[in-house]
């Protein structure tokens, strides 16, 4: 990697120290007051002395239960998920060189899915620290259609042309859909009921287990997304451009593939499939503080979290006591900006 | 994706539909003429019949299997659904799809003249209007529509006195339970028909109507979330803390559960402990497939519910 590569698309003539600043005081206060506030909200109405108050035994502190076991847990869950997707989502339009890009496109998130299915459908009952069936056997399905176009991707011995990555991911999208389909066929009718269900996505995870258990895989997928800022940059622009400056394109190709597929596992693992956080966001994000990736890259994990705790609140109290699978909040708020968003483009 | 098998049953109806047009006059088109006629054509199928009992029945739902069998008709079944378990007769009998994928071949092939179909099989009942096969179709609500349809089934399948007994044996045993825990405290209860195994995600219960809501009730128990105009109800993590039950029951359908996997499934209500069923340790997994029908053995699912929430009322 050359020593000095400068940003490009630079409309802003300010340093980009000091705008990545900025940009990170701006989306980090946003995504903390999300995380602060959301708590304080919900269905019912609990009293912060009483979360607080030690001299009332947990046991019997409805209040501290409600704030620990059904909110705190809900809101972090949607800070992960929220940035994990968005991070995917800048990666992969990057990588794919294609705006319509997302933590869906590869089929990584359909491998989970059917990781999920097989493990309601089959009645898989085994857990691992903590971590019951359905989220391990959805993570491993990520991994299984990870190694899938992580396979088609090194079979040439030099790289692969984006295009060639994005119809085998796609393909390999519609041939585990189409598994998926075959699964629910032979479920029963109560097991279609909850396959159903959690195609629909859910952030309710009711403890702190399967978080810490996703929090591995997002750590390494961080690890990965901190190396690339600066070749994405080089990357979304063309391969051959950035090889001419001295990118390790095969390379850093992969740990792009890599983290954000292990993100997007973690993601769909953790809440089931949300659509739309990784596609919407980016492009938000970039109208906001341009194309640069140093930036575009943290403020979308910010403004990720932010934006699904937000999309999280508005599912679990606008029809309380009941509340909406959030996949269709995000759905729903995310299609029109979306539409919106490409037609001002137009 | 989760609408790929319908579409799959859909496509295959569709290709069924056009197999069986085909060979007729008006081939494959489809006009309001064409459905009149055959509604027409159908109708003295469907009503004369009662006074020649069916001799070939083919049951497409558990629920009206059993009623039969109950009935003493069964030995005239020819055919049930993939999911006929009970009695086990039943289970031995031809399986001719479900719900959404019933087998219109092999269910012709089998010769019926009587179908009972569940009234949401549009396109099987379309079908088997077409092949001139008698149908009686079923829906169900509520509690009492088991016994009404049993009355209702009996008199069509000509054993109208066995039915209306059975039916009547039914509605005993159920006010013999109610009568049982009659004048008790009716402990707020949660009755959760489903959940993630092992975690507290994707709790699903029973809502303010159904089969079960109205047993729960049966049984000596006040539904939790009986205000809530749904069979069932997707519950939150908070819900269940806030609408805090006193007893939770909650249904599996395998009717082979072990029983250290009754012990790890109960601790894991232990992460609510304000809940007062965790508190006090009322919660009880019930295990049986009389859970999913709403036939004759819903008398058992009443028993055992009230075995759960009135223990004192049966020693």
């Given at each position: ?11 802003n ?16 206060t946003?995504a ?5 506030l959301?708590?304080?909200v ?10 607080f108050?030690r001299s009332?035994?947990?046991?019997e502190n ?7 076991v059904a909110r ?10 929220g ?36 493990a ?9 620290l ?9 993570f ?20 692969t042309?984006?295009v ?26 109560t ?23 996703a929090l ?7 690890a990965?997304?901190?190396t690339?800022?600066?070749?994405l ?7 051959e ?8 394109i ?23 499939p949300?659509?739309?956080v ?19 890259l ?9 934006f ?9 109290t606008?029809?309380a006591?009941?509340?909406l699978?959030?996949g269709?909040?995000t759905a ?15 | 994706?989760?609408a ?15 197999a ?7 081939g494959l ?7 009149r ?9 469907r ?17 009206t ?7 003493g008709?069964?030995?005239?079944v020819?055919g ?10 039943a ?25 009972i ?21 079923y829906?169900?609500r509520?509690?009492?529509?088991i ?8 008199a069509r399948v000509?054993?109208?006195a066995?039915?209306?007994?059975a039916?009547?044996r ?6 013999a ?5 009659a ?16 975690t ?13 809501h ?11 979330l ?10 939150s993590t ?8 006193e ?9 082979e ?21 965790v508190?006090t ?14 036939g004759?053995?819903?008398v ?8 759960a ?7």
């Amino acid at each position: 990697m050359p020593a000095r590569v400068e940003a490009i698309g630079g409309v802003n003539r300010r340093p980009v120290r000091q705008r990545l600043l900025w940009t990170v005081a701006g989306f980090g206060t946003l995504a903390l007051a999300a995380c602060l506030l959301a708590p304080l909200v919900g269905s019912t109405r609990i009293s912060l002395a009483a979360v607080f108050d030690r001299s009332i035994p947990y046991g019997e502190n409805i209040d501290a239960q409600i704030f620990f076991v059904a909110r705190l847990p809900r809101v972090l869950a949607a800070a992960l998920v929220g940035s994990a997707l968005a991070l995917a989502g800048v990666v992969f339009q990057a990588l794919l060189r294609n705006p319509l890009a997302s933590p869906d496109t590869l089929g990584v998130s359909a491998g989970a899915a059917l990781g999920a299915m097989m493990a309601i459908t089959f009645g898989l009952d085994f857990s691992l620290l903590g971590i019951s069936a359905v989220p391990l056997a959805s993570f491993a399905g990520s991994m299984g259609a990870l190694a899938i176009v992580y396979g088609l991707s090194t079979a040439r011995r030099r790289g692969t042309s984006a295009v060639v990555l994005l119809l085998g991911g796609v393909t390999v999208h519609a041939l585990l859909s189409a598994v998926i389909a075959f699964v629910q066929y032979l479920a029963d009718f109560t097991q279609t009921f909850r396959n159903v269900r959690w195609l629909m996505g859910s952030l309710d995870v009711a403890s702190y287990a399967p978080i810490v258990a996703a929090l591995v895989p997002l750590f390494v997928a961080w690890a990965g997304f901190a190396t690339l800022p600066r070749v994405l940059d080089l990357i979304s622009v063309g391969s051959e451009s950035a090889a001419a400056r001295g990118v390790n394109i095969e390379r850093t190709e992969r740990v792009a593939l890599v983290s954000a597929s292990l993100a997007t596992g973690a993601a769909v693992s953790l809440a089931g499939p949300v659509s739309f956080v990784g596609i919407i966001v980016p492009h938000l994000v970039r109208l906001i503080v341009g194309a640069d990736h140093r930036l575009v890259l943290p403020a979308s994990a910010l403004f990720g979290g932010a934006f699904l705790i937000g999309c999280d609140l508005v599912a679990r109290t606008i029809v309380a006591p009941l509340e909406l699978p959030v996949g269709i909040v995000t759905a729903i708020i995310g299609g029109p900006v979306f539409l919106w968003l490409l037609f001002r483009r137009m | 994706m989760a609408a790929v098998p319908k579409n799959v049953a859909a496509i295959a109806v569709a290709v069924l539909i056009a197999a069986f047009t085909a060979g007729s006059p008006e081939g494959l088109r489809y006009d309001d003429t064409l459905a009149r006629r055959s509604a027409l054509v159908a109708q003295p199928f469907r009503a004369a019949p009662t006074d020649v009992p069916p001799r070939r029945i083919i049951s497409l739902i558990p629920a009206t299997t059993e009623m039969l069998f109950a009935m003493g008709a069964g030995d005239r079944v020819a055919g049930a659904s993939n999911y006929d378990r009970y009695p086990p007769e039943a289970a031995r009998l031809p399986k001719l799809g479900g719900l959404l994928d019933p087998d219109i071949e092999r269910v012709i092939a089998l010769k019926p003249d009587l179908v009972i179909v569940y009234d949401t099989q549009v396109d099987l009942k379309k079908q088997l209007e077409r092949a001139r096969i008698p149908i009686f179709p079923y829906v169900h609500r509520g509690l009492a529509d088991i016994t009404q349809t049993m009355r209702a089934l009996g008199a069509r399948v000509g054993a109208k006195a066995a039915a209306d007994a059975a039916a009547t044996r039914i509605e005993q045993q159920l006010a013999a339970v109610g009568a049982r825990v009659a004048g008790r405290a009716r402990p707020k209860t949660l009755l959760v028909f489903g959940r993630e195994q092992g975690t507290l995600r994707h709790v699903n219960a029973s809502g303010g109507y159904g089969f079960l809501h109205d047993v729960l009730e049966i049984a000596g128990g006040a539904d939790v979330l009986g205000d809530l105009r749904k069979q069932s109800v997707d519950m939150s993590t908070e819900m269940i803390l806030t609408r805090a039950p006193e007893v939770i029951i909650e249904l599996h359908y395998s009717g082979e559960m072990k029983p250290e996997a009754f012990e790890a499934e109960r601790r894991v209500w232990d992460a609510m402990p304000s809940v007062p069923a965790v508190k006090t340790g009322r919660i009880y997994l019930l295990d049986g497939q009389e859970f999913v029908v709403p036939g004759p053995r819903i008398v058992v699912a009443a028993e055992r519910f009230a075995r759960a929430l009135h223990p004192e009322a049966f020693r």
